[in-house]
């Protein structure tokens, strides 16, 4: 008997090409849809198998992730992978609900940035003025909120889940396909970040400075990250000192209305003048 | 009578690390997050297993934060509790093997 033939799609979030393969043309057009602004042609460093079962609806149940032997095991109740990082391959059993396959997505990217200094971050970000700037907080904060005021010429990178790495200068951000309220996929590009603001809603713009262990918690509590793994933890914490260190975090309380963005603008001119005046790193 | 004594260690299934006086934590278990403060840190790093709780009490907490050594060791228990309750630190009446993260 001869195996039905596997279709491929690259998919490359984040700089980092992983090839989706699946014998179902419907849910290939369906990865393929959904992944449009992200579909890759470069080699891809990762490889994940699809078959397709009968499973039932994406579930509420709590992500379980954990290594067995050198593989790593990801199990929800509406989709079970297996992936193991030494061959960069793995095998994922799901029905054909794409959240499934956003949530086996996220959770793969996951594991590869915590081993390359990186994470995602349960926020929204957006690029201004070549900048990528963060938001993030609690369900209700404002992420979506503050990507839909955003001026014409800022460019949306996500408004539910950002994408981050380290880079030369500090910190990149990119876009992601995973969407939020504003059910949106993000642009597909990257730029250096200028800041992460912790949103909260108040009846007027400001900008609080926050004490770095403070900063380190709000962060580590927004980070995504499910396995349990010490030696991930380890630098997933070590990487979010990092963070802290290289990236002005801020507390941005605001008033829901377009002046919000001016008031960004004016923060980071005013924090690259202050800083060239009196360098943290000289 | 003897006295009673605690004894606590570190869990080997945590990571640490120090930034601005403060020492955070995290149970890569179930990745709860602990921010401790300076008296808190003091008895989490001088947390060895084979050191009493009274001893590190007096030593780490009473000399340096000059407290009073009842209201600390009360503190210092409720403290130990809480954080053993997390899985991030490891309590016997006898010595423990050191778990170093």
Same mark, same amino acid.
């Given at each position: ?47 994940? &198998?699809? /078959? ?28 079970? #992978?297996?992936?193991? $990082? ?17 949530? +086996? ?40 909120? @503050? ?72 962060? @580590? ?18 990487? #979010? ?40 790193? #000289? | ?22 020492? @955070? ?35 780490? +907490? ?5 407290? /009073?050594?009842?209201? #600390?060791?009360?503190?210092? &228990?409720?403290?130990?509790? &809480? ?17 170093? $993260?």
């Amino acid at each position: 008997m001869i195996a039905a033939p596997r279709k491929v799609a690259c998919v490359e979030i984040g700089a980092i090409p992983i090839a989706l393969s699946t014998c179902d043309p419907g849910f290939f057009e369906l990865l393929r849809q959904r992944y449009d602004g992200f579909l890759s042609s470069s080699n891809p460093q990762f490889e994940l &198998e699809f /078959d397709l079962t009968s499973a039932g609806p994406v579930s509420d149940d709590d992500v379980r992730v954990g290594r067995e032997e050198e593989a790593w095991i990801l199990e929800r109740g509406d989709f079970h #992978a297996r992936w193991d $990082p030494r061959t960069g391959r793995g095998r994922v059993r799901q029905n054909a609900n794409p959240y499934s396959l956003d949530s +086996v997505l996220r959770i793969l990217h996951s594991l590869i940035l915590a081993e390359r200094g990186g994470f995602l971050l349960h926020a929204a970000s957006a690029i201004c003025d070549g900048q990528a700037f963060l938001f993030s907080g609690i369900s209700g904060a404002g992420k979506t909120t @503050m990507t839909r005021l955003a001026p014409p010429d800022v460019t949306l990178l996500t408004d539910e889940i950002s994408y981050l790495r380290p880079s030369a200068g500090g910190y990149a951000a990119f876009g992601t396909p995973f969407a939020g309220e504003l059910a949106r996929a993000g642009e597909n590009c990257s730029a250096p970040v200028a800041a992460l603001f912790f949103l909260e809603k108040g009846r007027e713009n400001r900008v609080d400075d926050l004490p770095p262990a403070e900063a380190v918690r709000r962060l @580590m509590r927004n980070i995504l990250f499910f396995a349990e793994d010490k030696a991930l933890v380890e630098q997933l914490l070590a990487t #979010a000192c990092d963070f802290v260190d290289r990236v002005p975090i801020r507390r941005l309380t605001f008033y829901p209305d377009a002046r919000v963005w001016d008031h960004i603008r004016e923060f980071v001119c005013d924090f690259a003048r202050n800083f060239q005046e009196a360098p943290e790193h #000289a | 009578m003897p006295e009673h004594c605690i004894y606590i260690a570190r869990s080997s299934a945590i990571a640490a690390r120090a930034l601005a006086g403060e020492m @955070m934590v995290m149970n890569s278990a179930d990745s709860t997050f602990f921010t401790l403060n300076e008296v808190a840190t003091a008895i989490f790093q001088a947390a060895d297993g084979h050191t009493p709780l009274r001893e590190i009490v007096r030593d780490h +907490v009473c000399e340096q934060f000059q407290v /009073d050594p009842e209201q #600390a060791q009360a503190d210092a &228990e409720q403290f130990v509790a &809480e954080l053993s309750s997390h899985g991030i630190l490891l309590v016997s009446n006898q010595p423990l093997a050191a778990e170093t $993260p």
